[in-house]
């Protein structure tokens, strides 16, 4: 059975730094894995989706980058700032059944001005 | 367009009762999912659908149940409500359930949310 893990669940740094959060998964049967923000109260906003073909995607100041082989995949955050401060959940879809997407529990980040 | 909407966006339910959590999306999506979003434990598939007419079970699809009469809409139902089930709900839909699309086809959009309480 596929799992995703996320760790640590909670991160503070201070603003301007560069972070990485991680993800891993016990499984490397994926068809894509797929980086979500969420706002306290708030729906998830997709940020960033890697092809299992892919190594990397970038938008703005975020880089995910995917290891299949080794089951993990990272969200590069450069420049922190106070508005990056929100949950970080990653999530992959199974070549076994592709249709159920399967998520983490998530990386709550704060940003101290 | 207005995304993916959700009503109710609170809900307080007493144990045994019935209702009908709604889901709407404009993006003429062909896949539509239900999630439970509960401390500590990320976001559980309930139920999905790949087409209007097409439903099946995700993860913890029992107290559940669902319907996809038209593309547009994805209503969740609780038969009968349970404490167990009180927690945050989220409505999701993208292009395709499959695979191979592209980032585009695959990329969900959320809906805001519903908070449910069950005493």
């Known amino acids: 059975k596929q799992e995703v893990t996320q760790i640590p669940a909670a991160l503070s740094v201070p603003e301007g730094e560069n972070l990485v959060l991680n993800c891993s998964f016990t499984d490397s049967a994926i068809y894509n894995l797929q980086w979500f923000r969420q706002d306290p109260g708030k729906g998830l906003t997709s940020l960033l989706l890697i092809q299992s073909s892919q190594r990397e995607q970038t938008s703005g100041r975020l880089n995910a980058s995917l290891d299949k082989s080794s089951g993990r995949s990272t969200l590069y955050i450069a420049a922190s700032q106070p508005g990056d401060s929100a949950t970080y959940l990653c999530?992959?879809?199974?070549?076994?059944?592709?249709?159920?997407?399967?998520f983490g529990s998530g990386t709550r980040l704060s940003i101290r001005p | 367009n207005a995304g993916v909407t959700q009503t109710p966006k609170f809900q307080v339910l007493k144990t045994g009762q019935s209702m009908t959590l709604q889901c709407a999306q404009d993006m003429n999506h062909e896949y539509m999912s239900w999630y439970r979003q509960d401390p500590g434990m990320g976001l559980r598939l309930i139920h999905y659908?790949?087409?209007?007419?097409?439903?099946d079970q995700g993860e913890v699809p029992n107290g559940y149940n669902v319907s996809r009469s038209t593309t547009e809409d994805f209503p969740l139902r609780l038969l009968s409500a349970a404490p167990s089930q009180t927690s945050v709900y989220f409505c999701?839909?993208?292009?395709?359930?499959?695979?191979?699309?592209?980032?585009?086809?695959?990329?969900?959009?959320f809906g805001p949310g519903t908070r449910l309480l069950v005493l």
């Open positions: 999530a992959v879809r199974p070549l076994s059944s592709a249709s159920k997407i399967i």
């Open positions: 999701a839909s993208s292009y395709s359930g499959s695979p191979g699309g592209g980032s585009r086809q695959e990329t969900q959009y």
């Open positions: 659908s790949v087409g209007a007419g097409i439903t």
